[in-house]
């Protein structure tokens, strides 16, 4: 991040360690620096993310877990190094639909293996959830919508949803939940 941080931002690094010497430049006419995510979800990885990057990309993370560890420890962290309030991209499994248990019961399939997993497991742990399927967001279009925008409040600053719904008339009321978030 030492070295990717000023190159994207100002074209150029000059880096010395013990380890490793980089002096590398970018010349690409036109070249606009973007925004460096990175997928932190633990507490220190939250605080070097906040002191180098511009934010975090969270995946299977619930929102009393955004609201009481990521959101605050990212932003402190970067509040005290003097940086701008990072970026906090938030993905969650979405599906609006007539059957919330059937949807509930496909995402705790689909998405199975990140209760598995060791750092989207220590997620859903602290936010008390058995797995993947107590986190998504499932309902009707009013109820899928709702707890998109609660995000918001909470200081989630981007979401994408990995929709999941079956067949087409779930996925495009998905969608419009989704896309009338965004508007």
């Known amino acids: 991040m030492t070295v990717l941080g000023p190159l994207v931002r100002d074209g150029a690094v000059s880096y010395t360690s013990d380890v490793y010497t980089t002096h590398a430049s970018l010349t690409n006419p036109g070249r606009r620096a973007f925004p460096i995510l990175v997928a932190a979800l633990g507490e220190q990885m939250l605080r070097v993310t906040a002191r180098l990057a511009d934010g975090t990309v969270t995946w299977c993370t619930g929102p009393s877990t955004l609201a009481s560890h990521i959101v605050p420890t990212i932003t402190s962290e970067a509040a005290e190094a003097g940086r701008p309030a990072p970026r906090v991209v938030t993905l969650l499994p979405v599906c609006v639909t007539d059957d919330a248990n059937g949807a509930r019961e496909r ?74 978030v965004a508007s």
């Open 107 to 180: 995402a705790a399939q689909i998405f199975a293996i990140y209760g598995q997993l060791p750092s989207y497991r220590a997620m859903l742990d602290r936010e008390g959830a058995e797995g993947p399927a107590d986190i998504a967001i499932v309902g009707s279009p009013a109820e899928v919508t709702d707890r998109i925008g609660s995000l918001a409040e909470i200081g989630v600053t981007d979401f994408a949803a990995v929709e999941f719904g079956v067949g087409d008339d779930e996925r495009a009321a998905t969608r419009a939940a989704v896309l009338a």
